[in-house]
């Protein structure tokens, strides 16, 4: 079993930062990309940023230049940096890894989900 664990969102003021964290356990024998995206009420979950094995960055042009995407492997971890915060940036945030399982193969997991809320 695989399980993503995500941390790290709150309540921030516009033009504040915070960093989001996801990590992964269980029987993991390789993670390709890692991703995140977001989700605001009314609104379809979308591509915030992913990371491939590569090191490779994709983002989405909502925020280029204020979000960076990080993974640290050996601890099957991500990180999304957010800076220069904005209302809009209001979402409940996601991540997505790419796993293969001990024996497996590759499928996507997601995490539970972590509010990120930015008063104006």
């Known amino acids: 079993q695989v399980q993503l664990v995500e941390s790290g969102g709150g309540l921030v003021q516009a033009g504040g930062s915070l960093r989001l964290s996801c990590a992964a356990s269980?029987?993991?024998?390789?993670?390709?990309?890692m991703g995140w995206y977001r989700q605001a009420p009314g609104s379809q979950r979308e591509l915030v940023a992913i990371?491939?094995?590569?090191?490779?960055?994709n983002y989405a042009d909502s925020v280029k230049g204020r979000f960076t995407i990080s993974r640290d492997d050996a601890k099957n971890t991500a990180y999304l940096q957010m800076t220069s915060l904005k209302p809009e940036d209001t979402a409940v945030y996601y991540c997505k890894f790419l796993i293969r399982r001990w024996g497996g193969f590759f499928e996507d997991y997601w995490g539970q989900g972590t509010q990120v809320t930015v008063s104006s």
């Open positions: 990371l491939t094995t590569a090191s490779s960055a």
């Open positions: 269980g029987s993991i024998a390789r993670i390709g990309a």
